[in-house]
C-alpha cells in the first residue's frame, strides 16, 4: 500500500463545475497536508495547506480535512481552463513530504 | 521575493559520468530539501538540512550521491558516478526554519544515457 494515494485521473471537468480532488494516506501521525499544483515542466507550486480538521477556504479552493478517515480533498469552485495541471497531494510529519503520484485535471471550455 | 532557484534546468551526462546540481533556497530560509521524482513514480524525498547541517538523509538512494550545504546557504547534489537509474527530475524546496510549507524550485531534469 502506497503511503499517500490519489486517483491518477485523467478528471476531466467542464469548466465552471465544481472539480472534486481527493487523497488518502496511511501514516496517522501526519500532521500537514499540502496540495500543490504542477503544470508540465514547471515547478510543484504550493496552492493550500491545512493542519486540522474541517475545511478550509482560499478564493476559489477548499481543502478539507479528516484525519479519523484518513482523507484529504481539494474542491475548485468555478473551474477555469487555467485550472488545467497535475494537483499533487503531499503529507507530512518530521519535515519531509510524501507524495502522492498526482491527478490529472482537464478543464473542458 | 525571489524563489527558490536550480541550476542547471537540465543535464545530459554519460554513465559512469559525474553531475553537480546547485540550489539557491529562498533567502532567510533556514530548511533545505532536496526531492526526485524518477519517470511514472511520486516525488520522493531524499534529504533535509537545517541550515548546514543535515537532519535527515533517509531518502538518499546510495553513496554514490553526496549532498552539502555550505555555510547554510545553497546546496549541491552530486553524483558520482551516474547510473541510468539517476534519471529523473531533482527538485529543491525551502522552508522558514519554523514553517511546514514547503516552496519548490523548477527542478534539475538529470538524463543520463
Known amino acids: 500500500q502506497k503511503e499517500v494515494e490519489q486517483n491518477s485521473g485523467p478528471l476531466s471537468v467542464p469548466e465552471g463545475a465544481i472539480a472534486s480532488l481527493n487523497c488518502t494516506y496511511s501514516d496517522r501521525g501526519s500532521q500537514s497536508f499540502f496540495w500543490y499544483r504542477q503544470y508540465s515542466g514547471k515547478s510543484p507550486e504550493l496552492i493550500m495547506s491545512?493542519?486540522?480538521?474541517g475545511d478550509k477556504e482560499d478564493g476559489r479552493f477548499t481543502a478539507q480535512l479528516n484525519k479519523a478517515s484518513q482523507y484529504v480533498s481539494l474542491l475548485i469552485r468555478d473551474s477555469q481552463p487555467s485550472d488545467s495541471a497535475t494537483y499533487l497531494c503531499?503529507?507530512?510529519?518530521?519535515?519531509?513530504?510524501?507524495f502522492g503520484q498526482g491527478t490529472r485535471l482537464t478543464i473542458n471550455p | 521575493e525571489a524563489g527558490v532557484t536550480q541550476f542547471p534546468s537540465h543535464s545530459v551526462i554519460e554513465k559512469g559520468q559525474t553531475v553537480t546540481l546547485r540550489c539557491d533556497p529562498i533567502?532567510?530560509?533556514?530548511?533545505l530539501y532536496w526531492y526526485r521524482r524518477v519517470m511514472g513514480k511520486e516525488i520522493k524525498f531524499l534529504l533535509h538540512f537545517v541550515k548546514e547541517s543535515k537532519q535527515d538523509e533517509s531518502g538518499m538512494p546510495n553513496n554514490r550521491f553526496l549532498a552539502e550545504r555550505t555555510g547554510g546557504t545553497y546546496s549541491t547534489l552530486k553524483v558520482q558516478p551516474a547510473e541510468l537509474e539517476d534519471s529523473g527530475v531533482y527538485f529543491c524546496?525551502?522552508?522558514?526554519?519554523?514553517?511546514?510549507?514547503?516552496?519548490f524550485g523548477p527542478g534539475t531534469r538529470l538524463t543520463v544515457t
Open positions: 491545512i493542519y486540522s480538521n
Open positions: 503531499a503529507v507530512g510529519g518530521a519535515q519531509k513530504l510524501v
Open positions: 533567502s532567510g530560509h533556514d530548511n
Open positions: 524546496a525551502s522552508s522558514h526554519f519554523s514553517g511546514y510549507e514547503q516552496y
